[in-house]
């Protein structure tokens, strides 16, 4: 048994996160959890609301509420989201929490110690009719670079080269579409990034099985133009954690907060804290702390490529320069974009099918599957509600659902109730063995390497074997000269279900748990042979014939979900 850590990239508080943030981060990462949970390892899967910055100020003023109410009242819908897609955190944290406050004011305390931050008198972007310095995200204009029109003043979304407000052509405020813009000098700290790129570039080197995407993206953000640049950590803002030195006021910095992408990040070791004093762990630090115990931790981050650069590059900064014996990431996992009918979902815009409306309209287990067996991993995936028709129609209805049904109500009509007794295994259940055995093999190897298509085709190459088991051997035609071997036959149906609920769990942990409980089973070990597992249940087992497992999506609802969610979310 191994111990694993794994975080997925924490969601921003202002508003409700679009299918397309579930399957670049949360979803994949439970797939992993719930994997290695049911290989017997130790898990701490950590996630948590993102809730600083002037996003949540805007958010919160636009609902009329004060921030931290607006942000404690989002938590709780996000939490309820989570567990309607049955997202298994053993703790979903917050960033705002008293833990992340004291632990973020201690790291900056300790990187100035080590000599990594510097005081900057900078010049930042005022803006006249908002009445306010403007952060980076909030100033849009054209990329000197390449020419994206909708560029941010922290990076451009379509070339990724990073960038300083200052740099774009014909700046305007987000806030409010004001170009009387003026630069004015204000006081920040700054992290000395630069000092660490030698000792970051190493450790990036070293990670030779890291996905190509995620080296590819920290690595041109180390080396183009004028490489890896120290980073500004303080904003001039009313919400976010206050800026001290540890436990010291910080002179000069008074009003100030850290940036959001500086504490962010360290809420993943804070939602540990909070997990132990909610009382639902003990001993966080055996997972944080290389001096502690975490040198026998794996730890595995999940996240879409926009948030790549800040977990290869600023907050392994943040670890490494702390010098304090923290626990480094061994594995980041990291998604392209899902799109949306021809274009981008877009949660600031509006556009695409959103979590809650997604459960509004099918079963949670329906998205889960359809989303991980098209995880954008090596290139861009497009949602259509053709292809979500046809493959959920097709894998779920036809292929599982359908095997379920005809087994377990053909043995009710012969049998009755109980697995049959009788009949000798011949060259077909020695066939199905034999393919279960390489297939549950490559299942296994593609779960490990967090090959999420794959796994998922595998897993369905798992159900097919079991129909064309069914197809080949024909049970209800072997009853009618020979009731014993159509036993047999049965027996062996009735044991895949068992072994589908097992195999589906994380993909699809709902239904799982239904055919678990219909076949009357607690022991769910993963297999270790075809063999055993197709004997697991015996003659005289109990079982109940399981109601339909999945509806199939019909074209009227496909035509009208088409137009309900065209791309334009009200309100």
């Known amino acids: 048994m191994a111990r694993h850590l794994i975080t997925s990239a924490i969601p921003y508080i202002n508003g409700i996160k679009h299918l397309g943030n579930l399957v670049g981060s949360q979803l994949p990462a439970d797939l992993y959890a719930r994997y290695l949970r049911a290989r017997g390892h130790e898990v701490l899967f950590l996630c948590a609301t993102d809730e600083h910055g002037t996003p949540a100020e805007l958010a919160a003023a636009k609902a009329g509420k004060p921030v931290a109410d607006y942000c404690a009242e989002m938590h709780d819908v996000q939490a309820r989201i989570a567990d309607g897609f049955a997202l298994s955190f053993d703790h979903f944290g917050r960033s705002s929490s008293a833990q992340n406050r004291a632990l973020t004011q201690a790291f900056a305390g300790r990187l100035a110690d080590q000599g990594l931050i510097r ?63 003026e630069v004015r000098t204000t006081k920040h700290l700054y992290l000395e990034q630069s000092k660490l790129k030698g000792q970051l570039a190493d450790w990036i080197a070293s990670k030779a099985d890291w996905p190509v995407l995620t080296t590819s993206i920290a690595k041109k953000w180390l080396n183009d133009g004028d490489g890896l640049q120290d980073r500004g950590i303080t904003r001039d803002l009313d919400w976010g ?33 909070e997990w132990v004093d909610a009382g639902k762990g003990s001993d966080w630090e055996r997972w944080w702390r290389t001096d502690k115990g975490a040198d026998d931790v794996r730890y595995t981050q999940f996240m879409g490529k926009d948030n790549v650069p800040f977990h290869t590059l600023s907050f392994p900064a943040t670890i490494m320069g702390a010098d304090d014996n923290w626990k480094l990431v061994d594995y980041i996992k990291s998604f392209n974009y899902l799109n949306y009918d021809g274009g981008q979902f877009s949660t600031s815009r509006g ?116 129909n064309e088991y069914l197809q080949s051997t024909a049970p209800w035609t072997t009853f009618k000269t020979d009731p014993e071997q159509a036993a047999c036959q049965v027996r062996h149906g009735l044991n895949l279900i068992r072994l589908y609920a097992i ?69």
Request: proline share 5%.
């Open 119 to 181: 005081e900057v008198t900078e010049e930042q972007v005022y803006s006249v009719t908002d009445g306010r310095f403007l952060p980076d995200r909030y100033i849009e204009g054209t990329c000197p670079n390449c020419g994206f029109a909708d560029a941010r003043g922290d990076q451009c979304d379509n070339c990724t080269k990073q960038l300083d407000p200052t740099d774009l052509i014909n700046p305007r405020s987000t806030i409010s579409g004001a170009t009387d813009l």
């Open 241 to 273: 954690i206050p800026v001290k030195r540890g436990t010291e006021d910080w002179p000069g910095m008074e009003g100030k907060v850290f940036y959001v992408w500086f504490d962010a990040p360290i809420e993943y070791i804070a939602c540990a804290q």
């Open 351 to 466: 556009r695409g099918v959103f979590m809650d409306q997604a459960l509004d309209i099918l079963p949670a287990d329906v998205w889960r599957w359809w989303l991980l067996s098209h995880a954008p991993e090596s290139s861009d995936a497009e949602f259509t509600w053709e292809a979500f028709q046809q493959d959920v129609n097709k894998d779920l209805a036809d292929v599982l659902g359908n095997f379920v049904s005809r087994i377990t109500k053909f043995c009710r009509s012969k049998f009755g109730e109980t697995v049959p007794e009788g009949g000798i295994a011949g060259d077909a259940e020695a066939a199905l063995t034999a393919e279960l055995d390489s297939r549950l093999a490559a299942y296994a190897q593609h779960m490990d390497a967090i090959e999420v298509r794959k796994a998922a085709a595998e897993l369905r190459a798992i159900w097919v074997a079991g």
């Open 503 to 571: 195999l589906s769990a994380p993909f699809i942990p709902d239904m799982a748990r239904i055919m678990a409980e219909a076949m009357n089973v607690t022991d769910l070990d993963w297999p270790e042979d075809a063999a055993a597992a197709l004997t697991a249940l015996p003659a005289g087992h109990a079982f109940v014939v399981p109601e339909n497992l999945f509806t199939k999506i019909t074209d009227d609802q496909r035509a009208d979900w088409s137009e309900r969610f065209a791309g334009i979310r009200e309100g």
